[in-house]
């Protein structure tokens, strides 16, 4: 019997040591860690120090460009949009921290409450103004000061958990601001080469046209003096026409490139300030690979695959904490009186209850496995993202680095056909003054030569560009 009367007193308890057990049975999920070597050295370079240490102000030596880089890190639309999704990470971090945080409300309340005779209270407080001749209000008010706490004890680190990976998320979307910088910065810089390549590309269209013009003089004389024919004469005033209009091609070509820089700028249509004039002079840095593991150190965009993979971890942490009972302590304290002169008539009017809750997961648990599951999912989402990310860093790298090498030997190829094309225009043009050359060679000699110049400055334009994708790629542009 007493055994019974003891089973019977603690049913609660039998009660919660079943939910305890029903919740230590979580499903056990594929567990994968990220791999996070990388080869040892850069196929193609054997350096130990990186060129992403530098600042983009001491990697970049033209004022003009320097000038542009900082305007736009003060005015690019992009990059101030990306600054409110740091605050906006940032306001949720400050909401995780509360949540594990006791909460507290402040209140008043007023009532009036008139209840019939025949009902319990009716009848009760009917027979005490009969009996005791306590005389009550009818309608009865109700008016009540006080303050009410809860708290959910955060036995099972859920909440912290939670806020932890908000904390992660924040740093994250800091570091994919730092990658939007290194990606705008390369930008402008590219953008700004190539204006000045189309400048140059402008002089040297002009210059040649110039010299088309002399030579068509020269081809009508001949004409005159019956040497040629009319069809020479046409062929080298077609000539002169197409690259006349090839001038407008090239300066709609400079307005639109001028406006993408000033668009990344964030400014409104407007000359660009360069200096193209010392552009085929220019000597592309030499470029500090470094070791493949600084990658993991310089890259915004692998910090952030990693700071992601980290809150995606914790996530799975506080989805598997739900299994577990929760705690939750509640309290409240205040004033209550049917009169409102008698509120401050304390200790009579002080009230105050206080209460624990022990809540452990019975009959919805599909809905917390399937949080549990998709957390545990989108944590193998974000290791795969993290390698994927590294793995990229790296192959940019080295296609960048063998693109700079590759680009060196081209651009002494191309310049040693440009002297040799530019010296044939003056023998092709004697040439023909004796009639020992005909009137297409001096146009096709002509024609190789402007096309070699312009291949000359599109690869000196790549250069330049193969040195900002390297700097970019190495992690550098952000600091």
């Known amino acids: ?40 050295t850069y196929a193609v370079s054997t350096d130990t120090t990186s060129a992403a240490a530098l600042k983009w102000q001491a990697f970049f030596a033209d004022q003009h460009l320097r000038s542009l880089i900082d305007t736009a890190l003060a005015n690019n639309q992009e990059l101030n949009i990306m600054l409110q999704e740091i605050a906006i990470a940032q306001a949720e971090v400050r909401a995780r921290k509360g949540e594990y945080l006791p909460f507290v409300d402040l209140g008043a309340a007023a009532e009036v409450e008139k209840v019939g005779e025949f009902t319990r209270n009716g009848a009760v407080e009917h027979n005490l103004d009969i009996k005791e001749e306590t005389h009550f209000p009818d309608p009865l ?55 000045m390549a189309l400048d140059n590309q402008l002089e040297i269209l002009r210059s040649n046209i110039a010299i088309q013009q002399d030579a068509l003089e020269i081809v009508r004389l001949e004409k005159q003096a019956a040497k040629v024919t009319e069809l020479a004469v046409r062929r080298f005033e077609a000539e002169v026409l197409k690259n006349r209009s ?12 001028e406006n993408r820089l000033n668009f990344l700028v964030g400014r409104y249509p407007q000359p660009v300030l360069r200096s193209s004039a010392a552009f085929p002079s220019l000597l592309p840095d030499s470029i500090y690979a470094g070791v493949p593991s600084q990658l993991l150190l310089y890259r915004p965009d692998i910090r952030q695959a990693e700071l992601e993979l980290a809150a995606a971890r914790l996530d799975v942490k506080a989805a598997r904490a739900n299994f577990y009972p929760s705690v939750r302590l509640t309290a409240g304290v205040g004033l209550n009186a049917f009169d409102a002169s008698l509120l401050t008539e304390a200790p009579a009017s002080l009230v105050y209850n206080v209460a624990g809750d022990l809540v452990a997961p019975l009959i919805n648990r599909n809905a917390i496995k399937a949080v549990y599951i998709g957390a545990n999912a989108r944590q193998l989402q974000a290791v795969y993202d993290y390698e994927r990310t590294v793995l990229n860093a790296y192959v940019e790298v080295v296609n960048q680095l063998s693109n700079i090498d590759n680009l060196r030997s081209s651009y002494d190829l191309r310049k040693q056909q440009v002297d040799a094309l530019s010296s044939s225009i003056t023998i092709s043009s004697n040439l023909f003054r004796s009639a020992r050359a005909d009137y297409m060679e001096v146009l096709l000699t002509q024609r190789d030569a402007l096309e070699s110049k312009f291949e000359l400055v599109e690869t000196q334009k790549q250069r330049m560009n193969a040195m900002v994708n390297v700097y970019q790629a190495l992690g550098g542009g952000w600091r």
């Not at 090839?246 to 490139?257: P, V």
């Open 141 to 195: 008010p109700d008016f009540m000061v006080g303050a009410h706490a809860s708290w959910e004890l955060d036995v099972w680190k859920k909440l912290r958990n939670a806020k932890k990976a908000a904390a992660l998320r924040y740093l994250g979307t800091v570091e994919g601001r730092n990658f939007m910088v290194t990606q705008l910065v390369s930008e402008i810089a590219n953008s700004y080469y190539e204006l």
């Open 1 to 40: 019997m007493g055994t019974r009367s003891r089973s019977i007193r603690h049913p609660l308890t039998a009660g919660l040591l079943a939910a305890v057990s029903l919740a230590s049975c979580v499903p056990a999920l594929k567990v994968r860690e990220a791999r996070k070597n990388t080869p040892a």
């Open 246 to 257: 090839n001038l407008f091609d090239i300066q709609q070509r400079i307005i639109e490139t």
